[in-house]
C-alpha cells in the first residue's frame, strides 16, 4: 500500500479529566481578602471603642437608681465594656484564624494571685459574697479579680502607641469633666436640671476622698500630655490642645484645694516629685522648655499645704470617717490569729472588723459604725485573703515597680514621656492604697492605669513583644478544639451579659422601693419582690423586705379596732419572719442579717408565740460575731425583763 494514499485525520484536543476528584465535594466560596480585612478593622475599631468608653464613662458614670449606689453602678459599667471588648476580640481572632494573647512579667505573679484567692474565696466565711463581691461595692469579688485580669491581658494584646493616646486622652477629657462637675457642686452652682439633681452625686467617685485621688491621678497624666503635644509641629489644634490642657491641671489644683481637708496628700507628693525627679535628671527631656510644667505644679502643691484648709466650699461638705491605723492593725493582729493562710475570704472586711474590733472602740463617738474596707490595701488583704494571698499581692506591685523603674531609669536616649506620666500615676495610686481605705471605683480606675503603664512603658521602650499563639490554622484537632472553647466562650458571655443584666434591673426595683416616701404593698414591697425574683441571692434584699412587711404590720396595728385586719396583720408578720429567715441563712456571718432578723422577731413578740426566745437566740447569735457592740446585750437585757 503506498503510503502517500493516507487520508490525514484531524487531531482533536481531548478534554483534562481528573478521575481522582471526580467524587470530590464543590469547592466552597471564600471570603474575599478585602472582605475580611474590612471586618478585621470593624471590630479592631470595636475593641478600641469599647475600652475608650471603658476610660471615658468609668469616671461619670452614675445611674442614681440603684440600691447598693455609685460603687455599683460603676462595677456594672466595667464589666458591660469589658465583656463587650472580650467578645470583639474573640470573633476577629476567629476571623483572623488566630489568637494571640501578649505574654507579659506579671503573668507568673497574676496565675498566683488568682489561684490563691480562689482558694481563700472557696474556703470563706461567705462563699457567694466572696466570688460575687460584697453588698455596695463587689470590687473584692473573685469576678471582678478575673475581669480586670483579662481587661490586662485584652489591653495588653490590642492597644499599639496610637490606640494609647485615644485611651489616655479619653481619661484626661473624663477627668476635666468631673473636676467642672465637682467644683460646680463644690461652690453650690446648680447646673443640672431639676429631675437630674435630685440623683446626682457631689463626688463622681462616690466620696470627696476618692474624688480627690482621681484628680491627684491626672495630675502627672496631664502634665506628660503636655510635653508629648510639645513634640507636634505647632498648630491651631496642637495650641489648642495645649490651652486645654492646662486648663485641666489648673482646674484640678483648684478642686484639690477646696476640699483640702479630704486630700491624701502624700500619695501626690511622692507621685510629682518622683515625676520632677526624672526630669530634673533629663531623663526625660521636654522640648522647648517647658520642665517649668512640673515646676509650677510641684511648688502649688506645697504653696497649698502650707496655705492648709480654707474655706471655699458653699454648700456643707458630707462627713467621711475612716478606721484608723492602729484599729486596723488590732484587727489583722487577731484576725490572723483565726485564720492565718487564707483569711475570712475576699469581700469580708465587715466580719473580721464586726468580730476582732477591741472594746475601746466603743469609746468613740461613732463607735456603732461598721467598715468595709481597711485603712490600706494590705490592712484589708491580711484578714480577707491571709498571709498567702497578701504576699501574692505583694509579689505583683513589686514586679510591677520592679518593672517600671528599670525601664524607665534605662536608655535614656528614647525619651519615654508617656511612660513617666503614667508611672507617676500608678505610683500616687499604690501609695494611697497603701495608707488609705480604697473603694471600688478608684481601685478599677488605679489598676486599669497602672495596666496602660506598663503598655506604653514596652512600647516607648521598644522591647521584645512575645505572644501566646492560639492558631485556627494548626492541625485540624488543635483547630477543632479551639473551635470547641470559642464556642464555650461566647456561650458564656452570653450567661454572663443575661446575669448580669438581671443583677442589675433587679438592684434598679430595690433601689426604687427604698426611694419611696411611703411603704405599701403594691409599690414599695412589689419592687423589692421584684429585685428578689431576678437576683435571688442577695441577703439584704430579703432583710428589706422584711423590715417592709413588719412596717406594714405595725401600721395595720395602729389602726383602730374597727379597722384592723388581723388577717393582714398575721400575714405580715409570717412574710416579716420568713424574709427576714431567708436574708440570715444567706448572709449567715453577716450582722445586719443577724440583726434584722433579731429586731422582727422583738417586734413579733406580742403576737407570735416564743417569738421573744427566738429574739434572744438571734441577738446571742449577732452578739458572737459583734462581740464588743454593747448595743446586743442591752436588747438581751431588755427582752429578759
Known sequence: ????????????SSPDINLAAKNTPPEKPEFKSSDSGKLIKLFDFLITF???????????????MTFQGLAFDKQMYFYFWIILALVFWTVKGVILGEMKVRRTPLDIPIAIFLFIYALATFFSVDRWHSFWGFFGDPSRGLVNMLALAVAYYLMFSHLNSRKFNWMIGSLIVSGFLVSLWSFLGILGIKFLPATLAQIAPLSLMGSTTGLSIFLSLLIPLIMSAIFKLTEITPDWRRNGSI????????????????????????????GVSFFLVYVLARIIRPIGGWTWVPMIGFT????????????????????????????????????LKEKLVLGSGPGNFAYAFSLHKPQDFNLEALYNLRFYQGSGIIFESLPTIGVLGTISLVLIILTFLGVEIYLLTKEKEKNKIFSLGTAAASLIFLVNAAT?????????????????????LYKESESEEKYLNLSLKASPKFALTLAFIFMVVISGVVFVFVFLGRVFVADVQAGLAVKKSQISEKDSVAKILKAINLNKREGRYFSRLAQDYMFLANQEVAKGESDRDLNKITEYLNFSISSAKIGRDL???????????????ENAGVYVGDSLALAEESYQKTAELDPHNPNFYLKLGQIKI
Open 436 to 456: 488609705f481605705r480604697i473603694e471600688g471605683p478608684i481601685f478599677l480606675l488605679g489598676v486599669l492605669l497602672a495596666t496602660l503603664g506598663l503598655i506604653i
Open 50 to 64: 469599647s475600652l475608650g468608653a471603658l476610660f471615658f464613662g468609668l469616671p461619670l458614670f452614675f445611674s442614681g
Open 587 to 601: 448572709m449567715s456571718k453577716d450582722v445586719t442579717a443577724n440583726e434584722v432578723l433579731a429586731q422582727i422577731y
Open 1 to 12: 500500500m503506498d503510503n502517500n494514499n493516507w487520508t490525514p485525520v484531524k487531531k482533536f
Open 243 to 270: 490651652v486645654f490642657l492646662i486648663l485641666a491641671l489648673f482646674l484640678n489644683f483648684l478642686v484639690l484645694f477646696s476640699v483640702y481637708a479630704f486630700v491624701p496628700w502624700l500619695g501626690i507628693l511622692v
Open 300 to 335: 502649688l502643691i506645697l504653696a497649698i499645704l502650707m496655705i492648709g484648709n480654707v474655706k471655699i466650699a458653699n454648700i456643707e461638705m458630707p462627713v467621711e470617717v475612716n478606721p484608723a491605723p492602729g484599729l486596723s492593725f488590732q484587727i489583722v493582729k487577731d484576725s
